[in-house]
């Protein structure tokens, strides 16, 4: 009898425990409920009033901060974009606004040729004969082309699938217009006259000179590239004059004659006169000297 009284009230315990486990776990979670319900409800509540709160604190500026990374990081996206779409440029201007941003960007061979044809032919040869395009895009060898701005110039690479460059050649975005000299006054100048060199010679002499002092007579040295054999003439003038001797290149274009002045260093000038005056059957040239009137003002 006593067992059987025992053994009910444990029984009665455990249902009691289980009973309390329970009802403690329900309320747990209808508590925990209860806090998502409210939580939500005061985090809505405040997404509301955000217009109407004042915008300060840490967190606040933190986001903000945040916020406009993301939206420069876009705004650079899209900038980015026309730099790789090579049939977005249609023409030099239009190369020279994305180069001014990214300062260099690469075309693929149907990109290049695309941009090529929009290009006035007077300036497309200068970048590449059609010819020697027409060439190019027989072989293999070219697999893209780089484009870069150095100054005024526009540059292009042309290189080979291991991105080896294998051709490079310069446009002039605004050429230098020829000084207005019409040969017949430059001859009878002063400090030109008996001074004119025909272009064999003076390339013979310059071509024995340091690369310092060549850059320090022709200034811009791509000019000679665009030259070639279009030069006729040079003439070195006999005057120092603001610090520099003047130089005068005959250069012959579309059956008419462009001349193009350069001012070099006295001490460049000197050792180019010494090669010229070294050649059998050159002129012999006197250096360059400071007149008596720039000396006089000077003093």
Do not use: C
């Not at 009973?19 to 005061?42: N, Q, R, S, Y």
């Amino acid at each position: 009898m006593n067992e059987n009284h025992e053994n009910r009230e444990k029984a009665r315990r455990a249902f009691a425990k289980i009973i309390f486990a329970a009802g403690a776990f329900i309320i747990i979670v209808l508590a925990e409920l209860l806090f998502d319900i409210v939580e939500i409800g005061t985090g809505r509540l405040l997404l509301l009033s955000n217009p109407i709160r004042p915008q300060t604190g840490r967190l606040w500026e933190e986001d903000h901060k945040e916020q406009i990374g993301l939206d420069e990081l876009d705004s650079a996206q899209v900038v980015t974009l026309p730099a790789n779409a090579g049939q977005s440029i249609n023409s030099l201007e239009d190369l020279e606004a994305v180069l001014s941003i990214h300062h260099s960007m690469s075309m693929t061979r149907e990109e290049f040729n695309e941009f090529y044809r929009t290009v006035p032919q007077n300036l497309s040869e200068q970048i590449i004969q059609p010819l020697d395009l027409f060439t190019m895009n027989r072989s293999t060898e070219w697999h893209k082309t780089q484009l870069s701005l150095s100054g005024d110039q526009l540059v292009f690479h042309f290189l080979d699938g291991y991105e080896k460059p294998i051709r490079e050649s310069h446009l002039a975005l605004r050429p230098e217009e020829a000084d207005t000299i019409f040969l017949p006054e430059m001859e009878q100048r002063e400090k030109f006259r008996g001074r004119l060199l025909p272009a064999a010679l003076f390339y013979r002499a310059f071509d024995q000179l340091p690369r310092a002092y060549q850059v320090q007579i022709v200034n811009d040295p791509y000019k000679l590239v665009q030259w070639q054999n279009s030069l006729q003439r040079v003439g070195i003038s006999l005057w120092i004059e603001d610090g520099g001797v003047e130089i005068i290149f005959e250069v012959s274009s579309d059956a008419r004659v462009k001349l193009h002045s350069m001012y070099a260093s006295e001490m460049a000038v000197g050792y180019l006169i010494r090669e010229i005056n070294s050649i059998e059957d050159a002129p012999k040239l006197q250096d360059p000297y400071r007149r008596e009137d720039d000396a006089e003002e000077d003093h």
